[in-house]
């Protein structure tokens, strides 16, 4: 059979007014505007003007009020701004009709000529009407005549050629725009005649420019006088339109708009009265919602439904609600973002105050919510994507970086909520009771604290100045194989991490690699920068070798790198077995001086002692001094033998600490002999080593023997570490300000892209020391450095570096190359 149920519809499914307001408003508009154009452009003035503050009152309700309520909040305001607007427009019409077109429509013009006929001078005067109205029954041309002294008219008959313009037309219809006339003169009585002129509608306008009529009489004999001219202004169709609707509705003889006038007063005052009802009515009414409300969304937080107490705080904090419960509003915002740990970042980057501590004083008023909205930020805190939306949130490169600086605090904000909700009483049977010790027992358990959490490598040395005032300090050290230089790169953060190279190849660890660049190029720059989490995926271990390393030195490179590692993460040790423990203790007792690697060890542990007002460095604490126990110097050191066999014991404790790859980093140049250049691909194109995810990337110059290798590299030809212009402007620009910035030299705001500054010629200057900086036809971060150090020779910061400089520079550097 089939199925004959039929679908019900909830009652919540059916659409409301408050639904279909905007498509109704939306309707109106389109409405009321298309009639009032079509009655305006078929002259139906009166039909237009009525519906014309239509549309715009729909438009105002609907882009500024919430849609869904116009109709039960706006109605009366909606009807008092048309009945206004329907009486402004009538009192601008009024005026319009008996101040300025009763002004001169019926007022009759005359223009005078001399004309002498049969001996007897006579004056000719032509009446006629200065407003050619197109409706006008009395548009005529009276001619009247007067002698110059008491004596007879004489009994003559005179010419009267007329000239119409192309808006007027004669009464007799059809014929020429010009006419003759006989006009007679006799002397019992002054001559009069009239001629009959019409507005013909030809204009389409509302009243037309200034136009000429032109009359010129004629005494039998031929004496002619001169010709009139008669300025008449004709009446077009639409100004008769409007005309004719004022003159119907409000001229000076209609009483409409005094009723108006007396009217709209009392009407306002019976909507206004009618207002006031409504709207305590509906204060009444949203207080009631507003309570509602702010009740789901306690309830949805209290049972951890973050996405609908969203929701629900959109609604208490939008425009109609907002005059109801702020501080129980400021409460709900506080707790949805300790929840969710979503706190804007902050203006000015003023760090000190970030997060908002508010919510610790405001939050024990909730008690529950405050309980669960800390339950849920610690669930959040350990959520992988935590610092991807931080990090869409910050606004420049100077901002703190996010995983040493950001997540931290808000760590220890939530260490500092999280004593409250502690502290919190609850009823027994309440069954929070029991989640928050859940909750607790979590924070104290590592697997938590540590699951999903990216690997945080040690930031750059806040504290780290340079007091030098000398113009050639920031360039000064350009061997990267200095300590300063390596210092100013790593603390002083100089580093430039953005080069093409490593943001594509360098970005993935799963494969051997040859790096070639000229000498002073920045080789070494980089492999000693390689372990730092802005250059690479913190996922992979990192091991700087020498160039021509013993075997053994490999063990200790890798041992010294692992130790580091721990130093700066000792959570990581809780995700290791005790076997695995044990034997990271062996390989590092093995490896390295044990005396000395106990004594840094204890360093951290008494550091973690010190500040173990948070609960992490407790857990480091520990994790170290439990791990300490287990380093024990040997009898026996681990070699490497030719064999390359050796790869089991290193990747067995690499694996422990979760590294995906272990890449050997060497800055070769030039292999040395034939043995050294066989031991070097031999790394590269091992397949053990592959299998076993060790990787090796070489960074070697120009004269660097290339061979054909049979793995991962799979390539004739290495990646290049080159330069072009804007590349290298940018690291030097990047390094001059980190210069800047330890000096504390120049106001913040102008130390970016500050080089031009340096040079008497601004940007000319830099451009052509950029030019001389070329290599081989490439730019050369080494050699631009050295001119800068000749040509600012002297000189300290503030002190320009003149054309001369640069032409002595240029000039000793070619000497010496």
Known sequence: MADTTLAVQHPDEYPTPADTGPGILLVLFFLSGSAAVYFFQHNQIGLGLFFAPWPAAFLFFLLNQQPKEWLTDNGLTLVATLLTGWLLIACGLWLLVNYVWAAGEHAAARVHSALAVNGVGLTATVSYPHVALVDAADNDLAFSFSPDIPVALPREVLTATVTLPDTLAFGVAGGPSTRSFAIPITPEQPGTRRIRVVNNGAYSGRRGLE?????????????????????????????????????????????????????????????QKAIDQRQAALKDQRKAEFDQLLQQFRDYLCVKDVERATEIWRKLSSKRLELFGYTDKEMAKELLDLARLDYPWPKNSVWEKWPNARIIEMGPRWPREFVFASILAQQR??????????????RSDDSPDIESSVIPRLSAHLDHAWAVALRIRLQEEDHLCDERDAADRERINPKSLLQQRRVVYPMPNPNYYNFSRELTTPFSMSDATSSGEIEFLRDGRAFWGHHPLLLSELQRGDRS?????????????????????????????????????????????????????????????????????????????????????????????????????????????????????????????????????????????????????????????????????????????????????INTWLFVDDQFPLRKTSGVLGMERPF???????????????????????????????????????????????????????????????RFMELWCAAAKGKLIGDLITREDLKAATELAGSTR
């Open 513 to 693: 690699l040859i790096i070639q660049g000229l000498a002073g190029s920045g080789r070494t720059a980089l492999t000693h920068m390689l372990p730092y989490p802005y250059v690479n995926d913190p996922a992979e271990l990192f091991v700087k070798l020498d160039a021509y390393p013993k075997p053994g030195d490999i063990l200790h490179a890798t041992a010294d790198q692992l130790l580091r590692f721990i130093l700066d993460q000792p959570l990581f040790l809780a995700r290791c077995q005790q076997a695995q423990k044990e034997e990271l203790g062996r390989f590092l007792g093995a490896c390295l001086n044990t005396g000395t690697t106990k004594s840094e060890i204890a360093k951290r542990i008494e550091y973690f002692a010190e500040n173990a007002e948070r609960r992490e460095n407790q857990l480091c604490h520990e994790q170290l001094t439990m791990f300490k126990r287990f380093v024990r110097s040997s009898d026996s050191r681990l070699e490497i033998s030719d064999d390359l066999g050796w790869h089991d014991t290193l990747m067995e404790n690499v694996r422990a600490l979760e590294f995906q790859h272990v890449i050997f980093v060497l800055d070769v140049g030039s292999p040395q002999s034939p043995e050294h250049l066989d031991w070097l691909y031999k790394l590269l194109d091992d397949e053990k080593f592959r299998r076993a995810r």
């Open 381 to 394: 805190l350990v959520q992988p994507d935590l610092v991807a939306f931080y990090q869409r949130l910050r």
């Open 720 to 782: 290049r570490l080159e330069w072009d212009e804007a590349s290298l402007r940018h690291m030097l620009e990047w390094r001059f300000e980190k210069y800047l910035d330890a000096a504390n030299l120049l106001p913040r705001r102008e130390r970016r892209r500050a080089l031009d500054r340096c040079f008497a010629d601004g940007e000319k200057g830099v451009r052509e020391l950029l030019d001389h900086s070329r290599i081989s036809d490439q730019y050369n971060p080494r």
């Open 211 to 271: 136009e000429a009529i032109t009359v010129q009489l004629c005494a039998p004999g031929g004496t002619c006088a001169a010709k009139m001219i008669l300025p008449v202004r004709p009446e077009g169709r639409s100004g008769f339109a409007i005309r004719r609707f004022v003159n119907s509705t409000v001229n000076q003889s209609s009483p409409l708009i005094f009723l108006l006038v007396f009217i709209v007063p009392g009407l306002a005052a019976l909507a």
